[in-house]
C-alpha cells in the first residue's frame, strides 16, 4: 500500500488544474489521482478515488465548492479539504471553512505553499483522529450521550437540560452538559445561567487540557451539574473544530459520571465528533411531516456513517392523544423501534424555558417529567435521587430583572 497523500484537485477551469498537477508532480510523497471540473464531480470522484486531500475551488459552475466541502465533510469524513481562493473572496472563505475546510491557499500560490499546505493538514489531521481515538487499555468512566436531531424546534435541548437535571438528582453522580451547537446554543438559557467562559475559550488549552484546566471553563448550575456554554456570538463559533470537542468530551469523561451533548441540528465537522465520541446518541424528532422527514434522513446518515443500531435511540417528542401522524407511522416510516415517547405539554415546557428553571425540578410529578426519569432509567439504568441546590441569579435576571 502506497504512503503517498493521495491529492484531488477540484476547479472548473483545466489549466489550473493542470498547473497544479506540474507543482506536485516531483514531490515523491504526493501524487494528483483525479481531477474534477465542479463540486458534483467531486462528490462522485472522492466516493470513486477516496482521496487523502480535496484541493477545492469555490466559485465553479453547478454545485460551487462550499456546498461540496459541506458534503464531503459529511460522506467522506476522513479527507482534509483545502479551499483554494483569491483575495476577494474573504466571505466565500469564512462560510467554506466553517462548512468544514481545514485550510485554504491563496491563488496564485508556489509549490512549495502547495505542499506545505498539504503535508501540515494532513498531518494535523492525522493527530486530530489519533488523540480522539482512544488508546487500548484505558477505558474513561464518564459516559457521553448526544442528543441529535435533523430539524431545529423538535424540543432537542429541552430534553438535554431536563435529562441532564434527571441524572444529576442521582446520589453521588457528576454530570456536564456540552453545549456543542456552537452558533445559538440556549442552554445557559434553559437554566438560567450566565456563563462565565465558553468553549470557544478553552482553544488555548486545547494541547494540554487536565481536570483543573477544564474546570476553570465549566459554570456550575448546581454541586451535581455544570455546564460548558456555546459561543456567545455566533462569529466566534468559527474557533471551535471536531478536534478541540473531541479533546474536551474525552476529558470530561474522566471528571463526570454523564457528559450530555446538545448538538447542532446539522452534520458539520464539531456534531459529527460529538456523535464520534457518544456511548449513545438519542436521535429527538417530533409529530409533524417537516420533522419525521428530516429524522429519516437523519438517520440514514447516521447509518451511513457506520454507527451501530443500538448506538442510536429513537425519541419522539409532542405526542398527542388524538389527530396527528401517530407513533407507529413514524417507527413504520422511518424502519426504527421507538425507544421513548414524551407527551405533548406546551403549557409545562414554554413556563420552564421562560422561567429558566427546568420542569424536572419546578414540576417533577408532571407527566413529562416521569417520561425524562423513565429514559434516563433506559439511557443510563440508576435510581434517582434528590436535586442540589441550583442559583437563582442569572440569565433570566440580567433579561428581565426577575
Not at 516531483?26 to 480535496?54: S, W
Request: hydrophobic share 45%; proline share 5%; net charge negative.
Amino acid at each position: 500500500m502506497s504512503d503517498k497523500i493521495r491529492v484531488l484537485i477540484v476547479d472548473d477551469v483545466a489549466t489550473t488544474r493542470e498547473n497544479i498537477v506540474k507543482l506536485m508532480q516531483f514531490h515523491p510523497g504526493i501524487e494528483a489521482v483525479g481531477q474534477a471540473k465542479n463540486g458534483e464531480d467531486a462528490l462522485f470522484q472522492a466516493k470513486a478515488l477516496r482521496p487523502d486531500v480535496v484541493l477545492m475551488d469555490i466559485n465553479m459552475p453547478g454545485m460551487d465548492g462550499i456546498t461540496a466541502t459541506e458534503r464531503l465533510t459529511v460522506e467522506s469524513p476522513g479527507t482534509t479539504i483545502i479551499i483554494m481562493s483569491v483575495q476577494s473572496e474573504q466571505e466565500y472563505l469564512r462560510r467554506a471553512m466553517m462548512a468544514g475546510a481545514k485550510d485554504y491557499l491563496t491563488k496564485p500560490f508556489t509549490g512549495d505553499e502547495l505542499i506545505q499546505a498539504i503535508q501540515q493538514s494532513v498531518s494535523r489531521d492525522r493527530q486530530i483522529r489519533d488523540a480522539m481515538r482512544l488508546k487500548s487499555g484505558v477505558k474513561p468512566t464518564g459516559k457521553v450521550i448526544s442528543v441529535f436531531a435533523g430539524k431545529g424546534g423538535v424540543g432537542k435541548t429541552m430534553l438535554t437540560v431536563n435529562l441532564a437535571v434527571a441524572l444529576a438528582k442521582r446520589p453521588d453522580t457528576r454530570v456536564a452538559i456540552v453545549d456543542a451547537d456552537i452558533q445559538f446554543g440556549d442552554v445557559p438559557l434553559f437554566l438560567n445561567l450566565m456563563p462565565r467562559s465558553t468553549i470557544a475559550d478553552v482553544l488555548p488549552d486545547a494541547e494540554h487540557l487536565d481536570d483543573k484546566t477544564l474546570a476553570a471553563y465549566m459554570t456550575p448550575y448546581s454541586e451535581a451539574l455544570h455546564v460548558l456554554a456555546a459561543p456567545l456570538r455566533p462569529e466566534q463559533a468559527e474557533t471551535v473544530s471536531g478536534y478541540l470537542l473531541g479533546a474536551v468530551l474525552k476529558q470530561l469523561r474522566g471528571a463526570y459520571d454523564f457528559i450530555l451533548v446538545d448538538t447542532a441540528a446539522a452534520f458539520n465537522e464539531v456534531s459529527i465528533a460529538a456523535l464520534d465520541a457518544a456511548d449513545q446518541v438519542l436521535v429527538l424528532t417530533a409529530l409533524d411531516l417537516p420533522s419525521v422527514k428530516n429524522a429519516k434522513v437523519a438517520l440514514e446518515v447516521l447509518q451511513s456513517l457506520g454507527y451501530a443500531e443500538d448506538k442510536l435511540q429513537l425519541i419522539v417528542n409532542s405526542v398527542h392523544t388524538v389527530g396527528g401522524i401517530e407513533p407507529i407511522e413514524v417507527q413504520e416510516s422511518l424502519k426504527k423501534q421507538i425507544a421513548m415517547t414524551l407527551p405533548m405539554d406546551g403549557k409545562t415546557v414554554v413556563n420552564s424555558i421562560n422561567q429558566g428553571a427546568p420542569f424536572m425540578l419546578s414540576q417533577p410529578e408532571s407527566l413529562i417529567a416521569q417520561k425524562i426519569i423513565a429514559i434516563a432509567d433506559k439511557v443510563a439504568p440508576g435510581s434517582s435521587g434528590v436535586s442540589a441546590e441550583v442559583g437563582k441569579a442569572g440569565l433570566r435576571f440580567k433579561l428581565f430583572g426577575r
